[in-house]
C-alpha cells in the first residue's frame, strides 16, 4: 500500500476514529454488530442516498453491501420514506392486528408458490428459529440438517458448523457438527446433522441414517457464506427426495435469496419447500422476519379457540412500520425491476470474468441475479470447503476491498455483494473497472496465491 493509499479514500476519516474512541468505551469491541468491517476500524456511516453511502467525513460510496442485502431499493427509497412517515403519524406499534400486515401478507402469498399462510416476526433469526419449532411441532422430532459453512443467524442448532475450519471439519463423507461458541451444548451438537452443499449421495446417506430423528432439513437454496454456489439440480432432487421418502420437512431460508427473483429462490431453483423462511428485503430496510408455507404445516400456530402446538407472539412482530416499509418496497419490486436487477448482474459477472481471463488471474465469480461474490481461486468452488480462503487469499480479498474502498466503493469481503435498483451502468461498469485495474496493477500479490 502506498503512502497515499493511506491518507486518502481508502483510510478511515478523523471522525470516523474520534466515533471509534467513543465506543470502544461503551462497547466491548467498538461496535455491537460482530459482522460490522472494520479495517482496522469501521467507517462511520451518516446517510444513504439512492445507491450511494455517504460517511461521517463526507466520503461517497456505492454501496455494494445493502445492510447485508436488505435494501434492495437502495437508501432512502421514496416510497418507503412516504410510508413510514405517514405510518409514523398514526402510531408505531398496537397489541392489536392492522391492515398493512394483511397487505404484506398478500403480497407474500400471491407471489411465491408454496406461501399459502405467513406469520410476521422481527429477524431472519427469529424466522429460522420459529421454522425449526414450527417442524418439530409438526414432525414431533427435534434434530434438523443443514449445511456445513451456511449461515442462518443466531439460533443454536443453526450456528452449528456455520464456521467450520480444515482443522475441524472431519472427513468428507462425514462432515462434523462443529460448536460455534464455547460452552454450546453438546446436546445442541447431537441434534445436527451437517450436509455438504450439491453432495447429492452424502445429503441422500445421511438424511436416510438420521430420518427417524430430524425434523427439518434447513436449507438456503444458495448459501452467501458456504460459496454463493447454485445448486446442482441432482442435489435439489436428492434432498426432495429423501425429504419426501422419510417425511423430514424441508425449510428453505430465504432470508437472503429472496432477492433472487419475483417468487424467490427456491422457485428459481426447482426447490419445493414445505416451509419458507424470509427476512431482510421484505421488510424494506425495517427489521423483519417471516415464517411461511404450507397450510397445513403452518397450523402448528393455530391459535383459534384452542392452545397451539406451537405458540409465538412476539412484542413488535409484525409492527406496522415495518408491514408498510416492506409493503412499498415489495410492491415497487415488479418485473421490471427485477429484469433490471438481471441485467446489471449478468453484467457485471461477465465484466468481472472477462477482465479475470485477460489477466490470466486466479479468481472466478460466482452468484445470479443482484448477488456476486469474486472468490480468488481459480475455479468456481463446488461447496463451503473448497470456498474457504487460506490466510494468502483473505489477504488479497483484504487488498481488493481496499482498493474499491480507495475507489470509492464499498465491497463486502467473505460473504455476497449485491446490487439495488437504483444503480445503472455506468455503476456496474465502475466495479468492473476498479477490479480490471487491481489485477493489472497488483501483479505481485496475486502471484502469493500460486505459492
Ligand atoms: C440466510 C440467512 N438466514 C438468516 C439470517 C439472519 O437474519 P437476521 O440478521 O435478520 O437475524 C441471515 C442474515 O444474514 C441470512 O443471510
Redesign the pocket.
Known amino acids: 500500500m502506498t503512502a497515499s493509499d493511506t491518507e486518502g479514500h481508502n483510510s478511515v476519516g478523523r471522525l470516523s476514529r474520534e466515533a471509534f474512541d467513543r465506543a470502544r468505551r461503551v462497547f466491548i469491541d467498538g461496535t455491537t454488530r460482530v459482522?460490522i468491517e472494520r479495517d482496522p476500524i469501521p467507517r462511520y456511516m451518516e446517510r444513504g442516498e439512492g445507491a450511494y453511502l455517504v460517511d461521517v467525513d463526507g466520503r461517497r460510496f456505492l454501496d455494494l453491501n445493502g445492510n447485508?442485502?436488505t435494501l434492495i431499493h437502495g437508501h432512502r427509497f421514496e416510497p418507503v420514506v412516504e410510508a413510514v412517515t405517514r405510518q409514523l403519524q398514526s402510531g408505531t406499534c398496537f397489541a392489536n392486528p392492522t391492515l398493512a400486515e394483511i397487505d404484506l401478507a398478500e403480497l407474500v402469498c400471491d407471489r411465491v408458490p408454496g406461501v399459502e399462510t405467513i406469520r410476521f416476526v422481527n429477524?431472519?433469526?427469529?424466522?429460522?428459529m420459529f421454522a425449526i419449532k414450527a417442524a418439530r411441532a409438526f414432525t414431533g422430532r427435534s434434530a434438523i440438517a443443514k449445511i456445513e459453512g451456511?449461515?442462518?443467524?443466531?439460533y443454536d442448532w443453526?450456528e452449528v458448523s456455520q464456521a467450520s475450519t480444515p482443522d475441524n471439519w472431519g472427513p468428507g463423507h462425514e462432515p462434523a457438527a462443529v460448536p460455534y461458541y464455547r460452552g454450546m451444548p453438546a446436546s445442541v451438537l447431537g441434534e445436527v446433522v451437517t450436509l455438504r452443499f450439491n453432495d447429492a449421495e452424502l445429503a441422500e446417506a445421511l438424511i436416510g441414517t438420521h430420518a427417524d430423528r430430524l425434523a427439518a432439513i434447513v436449507l438456503?437454496p444458495m448459501?452467501?457464506?458456504a460459496g454463493l454456489i447454485a445448486p446442482t439440480p441432482d442435489f435439489i432432487a436428492a434432498i426432495q427426495s429423501a425429504a419426501r421418502r422419510h417425511g423430514v420437512l424441508i425449510i428453505a431460508?430465504?432470508?437472503?435469496?429472496f432477492r433472487q427473483g419475483y417468487e424467490g429462490a427456491s422457485a428459481r431453483h426447482g426447490l419445493k419447500p414445505d416451509l419458507f423462511?424470509f427476512?431482510?428485503i421484505i421488510g424494506g430496510g425495517m427489521?423483519?422476519?417471516a415464517i411461511a408455507g404450507r397450510r397445513e404445516v403452518m397450523s402448528v400456530f393455530d391459535a383459534n379457540g384452542k392452545k397451539p402446538a406451537l405458540p409465538q407472539g412476539g412484542t413488535f412482530s409484525a409492527n406496522p412500520l415495518s408491514m408498510v416499509a416492506g409493503f412499498a418496497s415489495m410492491l415497487a419490486l415488479d418485473h421490471g425491476a427485477f429484469k433490471h436487477l438481471e441485467m446489471l448482474g449478468d453484467r457485471l459477472r461477465g465484466q468481472l470474468l472477462a477482465a479475470i481471463a485477460r489477466h490470466g488471474a486466479p479468481f472466478t465469480v460466482s452468484g445470479v441475479a443482484s448477488l456476486f461474490r469474486i472468490h480468488p481461486k481459480p475455479a468456481l468452488p463446488r461447496d463451503f470447503r473448497e470456498a474457504t480462503m487460506s490466510a494468502a487469499e483473505t489477504a488479497v480479498m483484504n487488498e481488493l476491498s481496499r482498493a474499491y474502498a480507495t475507489a470509492g466503493v464499498i465491497l463486502p469481503s467473505g460473504a455476497a455483494a449485491c446490487l439495488s435498483t437504483p444503480m445503472t451502468t455506468a455503476d456496474i461498469d465502475l466495479v468492473a473497472s476498479v477490479f480490471d485495474e487491481f489485477l493489472a496493477t497488483r501483479a505481485d500479490l496475486i502471484e502469493s496465491l500460486a505459492a
Open positions: 459482522t447485508f442485502t429477524t431472519g433469526s427469529e424466522a429460522v451456511a449461515y442462518h443467524g443466531a443453526v438456503d448459501p452467501s457464506r431460508d430465504e432470508v437472503l435469496s423462511t427476512g431482510k427489521p423483519i422476519g
